[in-house]
């Protein structure tokens, strides 16, 4: 952990925010989390908010002195109909109705700038805490040239499709492209890559790479890549070589855990 202020994580509250949570609560026991989830959250300085009661998160922000804001956890897709005026979330309504049809990428550096203009700075996980995080060395640094195929036709693919807001992830098998990410999300990539390999007889064949990557334009600063244990073990089911990311932006869960299970079953984890 590089800092002992006060820190406030604003998102979902989920496996990899709460544990962040469990982290900087550590350093500093008057920092906070701000859920904006539906489902509430019951937990010392653990605080339950709609999306769009935007003056009551600034009101305890303040009130428990926070000055810097780290993003993380899943936030479910706001839906504009659901908006209350709050007395100071109207004037930022222009601002979500230019973005909104834009994609979810939008729609969050939208909702950045707003807590900018607030006074507020936001920070990236990184430099919160590099536990999170891999370091280079913890990576494999050779790859073979089919896996450097498919990894170089994934990064192209994935830098081809950031300007439609939708894929952080895709599986490609000696060359082929076998799934992309949707709206189900990394672990049900996997799973549809399993039973595809599965029906064109591929499955007993160990190859190919799930390559996970930011969109090519989104902020540093939120919706990071996040893989954990049960990435690899959906690697594993759908018995591919191995992934590739890029370990200075992808957040890391259980990470003495997972390196310990890519290990035991041979798992590549290649650094882009």
């Known amino acids: 952990m590089k800092n002992s202020y006060p820190i406030a994580i604003i998102g979902g509250y989920d496996s990899i925010s709460k544990s962040f949570f469990l982290k900087i609560k550590q350093i500093n026991d008057k920092s906070i989390f701000v859920n904006l989830n539906e489902k509430n959250i019951n937990g ?15 009101n305890i922000l303040r009130k428990h002195s926070i000055k810097k804001i780290l993003f993380l956890g899943k936030i479910i897709r706001p839906n504009l109909s659901d908006f209350k005026s709050d007395g100071l979330i109207d004037k930022y309504i222009p601002l979500f109705l ?23 700075t936001i920070l990236s996980p990184k430099k919160v805490s590099n536990s999170f995080f891999f370091n280079n060395s913890e990576l494999c640094n050779s790859i073979s040239n089919i896996d450097k195929i498919d990894l170089n036709k994934s990064i192209n693919l994935l830098n081809d499709l950031s300007k439609y807001d939708n894929a952080q992830a895709a599986v490609i098998v000696n060359g082929y492209i076998i799934a992309i990410e949707a709206a189900e999300g990394t672990d049900n990539l996997l799973e549809r890559v399993a039973l595809v390999r599965k029906k064109i007889n591929q499955l007993n064949n ?11 334009n989104q902020s ?7 893989i954990g244990l049960r990435t690899l073990k959906l690697v594993k089911k759908a018995n591919l070589k191995g992934i590739a990311i890029n370990a200075q932006l992808t957040i890391v869960h259980n990470k003495d855990n997972l390196l310990k299970f890519a290990k035991e079953n041979k798992i590549n984890i290649y650094k882009i």
């Open 220 to 226: 540093r600063l939120i919706d990071l890549p996040v």
């Open 44 to 58: 010392k300085g653990i605080f339950n908010f709609k999306i769009f009661e935007l003056k009551e998160i600034l």
């Open 98 to 120: 230019k973005l909104y049809k834009k994609g979810d990428g939008k729609i969050l550096d939208s909702i950045l700038e707003i807590f900018k203009r607030e006074g507020f």
């Open 206 to 216: 160990k190859a190919g790479l799930l390559v996970k990557i930011p969109k090519k």
